[in-house]
């Protein structure tokens, strides 16, 4: 009876331990979509467009970054598919959103 109830209780914790791990994947992805697309943004609303292309290569692969300007100011939107718990579960889509008003004299 006692081993029953503790293969249970390991595979519940398992279990919980992999959505923690999976979770904390996700804070993660997301925080690093916010640093991306807030840096590009501002770096594209001063004008420097060279430092904004280093920081989307640096940012990898898996992160997708779209720069839209207008008379108003700079769009960025950075987002990444990721499996959260491998492939137990489906794929997630996480995206950030920065929007910068043009510096002075940048403005298109």
Avoid: K
């Avoid at 467009?49 to 920081?55: C, F, G, N, S």
């Avoid at 889509?93 to 910068?100: D, E, I, M």
């Amino acid at each position: 009876m006692v081993t029953a109830e503790l293969a249970v209780g390991v595979l519940a914790s398992v279990v919980l331990t992999v959505l923690l791990a999976g979770t904390l994947g996700l804070v993660g992805v997301e925080l690093t979509n916010r640093a991306v697309a807030s840096e590009v943004a501002e770096l594209v609303a001063r004008g420097d467009r060279d430092a904004a292309e280093q920081v989307r290569r640096r940012a990898g692969g898996p992160v997708r970054v779209t720069v839209e300007t207008s008379p108003g100011g700079v769009v960025v939107t950075a987002s990444c598919t990721v499996d959260p718990v491998g492939r137990l579960g489906p794929e997630v889509t996480l995206s950030s959103v920065a929007r910068v008003s043009w510096q002075p004299g940048e403005a298109p």
